[in-house]
């Protein structure tokens, strides 16, 4: 794998005007919606006491949580920011990270030359700001 490029996470969405919510802890006697066979998923299931409420579509989960059907969703911290960003529903992040996600690009072993390219490509958007303006510009934080 490269250098990482993109560290997000599982980040928890609720209404702009729930105060309640801040981490998975307060999501006790709670539901909380997730895409089904995800890590996001696998999380929820353990935290005692929160409903799971599980989901084919993020879309599906957003128009439950507006609709006071759940209290919340977990989702990509990147992927949330847009979708709220974008659909205008009343959403807002909440708390920070539930745990971090790193990714990088799988290189073949047999590709030394391809991953050190890669990496001088990843450092670069890094270190000049271009990775954090094309996150401002497209999701929003």
Do not use: H
Not at 26 to 38: E, L
Not at 123 to 131: A, C, L, M, Q, Y
């Amino acid at each position: 794998f490269s250098k990482s490029y993109y560290v997000s996470g599982a980040q928890l969405i609720v209404k702009k005007d729930n105060t309640e919510i801040t981490s998975l802890d307060d999501c006790k006697n709670k539901k909380i919606g997730v895409t089904v066979g995800t890590t996001y998923e696998e999380k929820a299931l353990q935290v005692p006491g929160v409903k799971v409420v599980t989901y084919k579509t993020e879309v599906d989960q957003l128009m439950d949580l507006v609709n006071g059907n759940i209290d919340a969703i977990i989702t990509d911290k990147y992927i949330g920011a847009y979708t709220i960003k974008e659909s205008n529903l009343p959403l807002k992040l909440a708390g920070g990270l539930i745990y971090e996600e790193i990714l990088g690009i799988p290189v073949r072993k047999q590709d030394p030359k391809l991953l050190e390219e890669l990496n001088k490509a990843v450092e670069t958007i890094t270190n000049d700001g271009t990775f954090d303006r094309l996150a401002t510009k497209w999701f929003g934080i």
